[in-house]
């Protein structure tokens, strides 16, 4: 008999009906004596409903008050899943954050867990009960209603099985599993059976947005074996979890891309130290996020500087730029935002060489031209022009073999 | 400077405007110098809706998870309102009951409030801050969500009252305060500056429905001045208070009447000790509540036995009653569902004598004729046809004096 920690989001119960085949599908999974502990998302659209009145009453809606409002969301779907499940005789209880008591720290909107106390929990599931958890939400040391914010709940799931010791924790989406590469560029991507949580992060930080980060993060901290699954069809997943020993690593498990990069350039920058910083610093009490950072040394005693951003904060990092470059005495500043990153990740690569020089000349093959490279323990990043990020997937997926079997 | 509680229903918070309204007006009595505690409902439709979820769910949905769902609908309203008075720059704070921490019993749907903490919300008003409690729900001493039945937001308003010693528990209704008798019927009918619990009780139990019947019996327990309000219009209302000594008391308050009654009758029983019971315990098992009850001895040691019921609960009664009839030997059953029951009330009659034959004379001189009486302390009660309602009530009203003057 095993603890599985289950997590639906909000199109999994966004309906009655749907609720009902999270309880039948629950309510089965109990009978064939697991224990359970449901983690639910406010019904789809609710949080959106809720945001829409808040926002009718104020501009700026103070932080404390919208986390009592949006906390309701998830109140409203465990108590209708708990009667889901009563109504089919599995004897079920709803917590709220604050019922559990998920301790967060006290900054609304964006709350992380410090403590969770299993306790109550534990004893209904002892008593045989499946134990409904809304998602998303705890309370601080004052008893305020605190939320994690948006796609909390996976954190919430994690952070359970953490607490609970759980044999699994299984997030329910809309997709099967995590893929090679998105399916839509690549028809012949291939779910992913295994993966470990760094290459997940890697995946999940590059744009395949399955998972939360910050659950994944969670998860690989307390080594809690998380499942991604689809609410709508069978099938087993895709596992992740540390690194089997045990088993021959592909070299690369997949290809991640990200469509939303700008690209920005200060050439000619007097090459002193801390030129980094006086570059960097303007851009990030902008509120800019900085992506990939690269930097050459030129002959000339200067140097060139090039970093990447969202592509929505193109123009104001140009604006940002002009005014450091004149400031540092810079030649010229550039920049481009029809560009695409795309990344190789696989824990495979600490123990191979060779995978950067197969990268490249596989692109070179098509003509595609690399503009940025950037390379971590197990991902390599290049940044490549926008046209061309379907050619160079598809050759990558088709050069790393990782087809469809 | 006061302590007022303030309640406002499902209407008065039921659109962002409405909710704007309220704050406006809660922000100016601040303003002036008060200390505010404020009790919401669920926005008017939300209760409705959230019933609509779990009607969908389960025809039977289990009561503990009816309370986790329809607490969420008071906990948006105070997050609202709570927004639209920081957003005119009047610090507040929200509360759920659970915050609070209004301690019930553990029965789900109708709880009852044992005890109130008032130290969270004491040291925020010292602060300050209006606070803004969630009606209707509690907690029990297991940390379940509880709620209070329909209405219970009224009762929450008077307990919050009662625990922080506020001076006064304002009500607002989308009526402007208690009247002699339902203007729909007596144009003439006048709003009542003041009235007593008990009066208060009467008129309300008697169909008045303006306040909770279990709210006004609190405020009478703790003699919390309660004052009945419109939340639309500007005005005194009705102060609902302890019997005032000094003042000379009118002779009678108010005209309160119940079209809801049909009368059951049971002729010719064998006049025997425990008969009484031998009639109603049936009627009781049945789950009809009972109203009047009036047994008159007949000459021929056999007795008649009259009593009312709710008049969607009369065609059932019959049936019980045809059966009880058989089982004591009764002679003969009768029934009549178009009758209405009418009730002077005043604590006035306490110490004044012809209360009784002055009603009976104005009913007679309009030829209604009176088919059953019952008295207590501070009420008369008649039943006549249903067809006399408007012309008796009206006759009452002036014979009494009760019009605007």
């Known amino acids: 008999m095993a603890l599985i920690v289950q997590k639906f989001g909000g199109t999994s119960v966004g309906t009655v009906e749907r609720i009902n085949a999270v309880a039948d599908r629950v309510a089965a999974e109990r009978k064939a004596g697991n224990d359970m502990i449901i983690v639910v998302s406010a019904m789809s659209g609710e949080t959106n409903r809720l945001l829409g009145l808040a926002s009718e009453i104020s501009d700026r809606p103070v932080a404390r008050e919208m986390d009592v409002l949006l906390s309701t969301g998830e109140q409203v779907t465990i108590a209708l899943l708990s009667m889901a499940l009563e109504a089919r005789d599995c004897p079920a209880r709803s917590y709220t954050g604050s019922q559990v008591r998920i301790l967060t720290d006290s900054v609304h909107n964006k709350a992380r867990i410090k403590d969770i106390d299993g306790s109550r929990v534990r004893a209904d599931l002892d008593a045989g009960r499946v134990v409904i958890v809304a998602g998303f939400q705890g309370i601080d040391e004052q008893g305020n209603i605190t939320t994690l914010g948006r796609g909390g709940s996976d954190t919430t799931a994690v952070a359970m099985a953490a607490a609970l010791k759980a044999d699994e924790c299984q997030i329910y989406t809309d997709v099967d599993g995590v893929y090679t590469t998105d399916p839509r560029v690549v028809p012949e991507a291939r779910r992913l059976q295994q993966i470990t949580y760094e290459e997940m992060l890697e995946m999940a930080s590059l744009g395949s947005k399955v998972l939360q980060i910050r659950s994944v993060e969670f998860a690989s901290k307390y080594s809690v074996p998380l499942r991604v699954l689809s609410s709508f069809e069978d ?9 089997d020993k045990n088993m021959e690593q592909p ?29 960097l610093g303007p851009v990030a009490d902008a509120n800019i996020e900085i992506d990939m950072i690269v930097q050459n040394v030129a002959a000339d005693d200067t140097t060139d500087f090039t970093f990447t951003v ?4 193109f123009a104001q990092g140009m604006e940002v ?3 450091v470059a004149k400031d540092l005495g810079a030649r010229e500043v550039s920049g481009d935002d029809k560009i695409v990153k795309v990344s190789l990740v696989g824990v495979g690569m600490r123990s191979h ?18 503009r940025m490279i950037s390379t971590s323990e197990i991902k390599i990043s290049v940044v490549i022009d926008e046209k061309y990020l379907e050619l160079g997937v598809r050759a990558l997926h088709q050069a790393f073999d990782l087809e469809q079997k």
């Open 235 to 243: 099938g087993p997943g895709t596992l992740i979890s540390v690194e």
């Open 251 to 279: 070299l690369i498990s997949g290809i991640a891309f990200n469509r939303d990069e700008a690209k920005l350039t200060i050439l000619g920058v007097p090459d002193q130290p801390g030129v980094a910083s006086r570059i």
């Open 310 to 313: 969202h592509r929505n904060d």
């Open 321 to 323: 730029l002009d005014k």
């Open 353 to 370: 060489a060779g995978i950067a020089s197969q990268m490249f000349s596989t692109l070179a093959a098509e003509s595609i031209n690399i």
